[in-house]
């Protein structure tokens, strides 16, 4: 579980503006943004669409931001807004943070072992339901990924998050006891055509007794009847 490295963010500060303004610089490829927190004054800044876009992809929950080329200020993304259509980022929000002070922040699971888990050997199918844990750390001691080992689940098999150990430095913070990060479930069961077919027939034959049975009883009927208006 790598601990995570700050990714760098090269911005340009920019003065506050209206509407129009944001509209202007969604246009030329750029996303307006806003650093706060930490005692000190929001800084207002501006960077381009594609260069958010690869670091927001990197894993981490730590950034270093540096307006027109000064210190690096270290922060976390608090909020990313996007177009409800086209998804596109319209602003984003970053809290500055003391890389002394533990903060919370979401790291993404992923789980390790699956192919030699008895539970997948035998034909179980292994889902994964959770895709990331809330956790609490000093900025320095949150990891990129928490690796879930699997490899020995059979089939039939819950995995909570009180079967895993917490890295070093770090709380997790969602419930260990409902929590559930894997399962193993036994296939679902698929009739073949053949079967269906053979059903379909067992079906029919059926039905040919039945319309055997109600034409012998009309028959005996119709000879009862006829017997009667005789008489």
Request: charged share 30%.
């Amino acid at each position: 579980m790598a601990k995570t490295e700050a990714t760098k963010l090269d911005v340009s500060s920019r003065t506050p503006g209206h509407s129009r303004e944001t509209r202007r610089l969604r246009r030329e490829g750029l996303v307006p943004g806003v650093v706060y927190g930490g005692g000190e004054d929001p800084v207002s800044f501006q960077i381009g669409a594609r260069d958010l876009r690869l670091a927001l992809a990197t894993t981490g929950a730590v950034f270093e931001v540096v307006v027109d080329g000064g210190s690096a200020v270290p922060a976390i993304l608090k909020d990313a807004q996007r177009h409800p259509v086209r998804g596109e980022i319209m602003h984003v929000d970053f809290l500055r943070v003391d890389l002394n002070k533990p903060i919370q922040a979401p790291v993404l699971v992923e789980l390790v072992g699956g192919d030699d888990a008895p539970g997948v050997v035998e034909g179980g199918i292994l889902t994964q339901v959770v895709s990331e844990l809330n956790v609490e750390a000093r900025p320095a001691d949150i990891p990129d990924v928490i690796t879930v080992d699997v490899s020995a689940m059979v089939e039939g098999d819950t995995l909570l998050l009180s079967a895993i150990e917490a890295p070093a430095g770090v709380t997790l913070l969602d419930d260990p006891e409902e929590t559930v990060l894997a399962t193993i479930v036994a296939p679902a069961v698929v009739e073949t055509d053949d079967e269906i077919e053979g059903e379909t027939e067992v079906i029919g034959e059926g039905g040919d007794d039945a319309e055997g049975s109600e034409e012998d009883g009309e028959d005996a009927g119709s000879e009862d009847g006829g017997d009667d208006a005789g008489e």
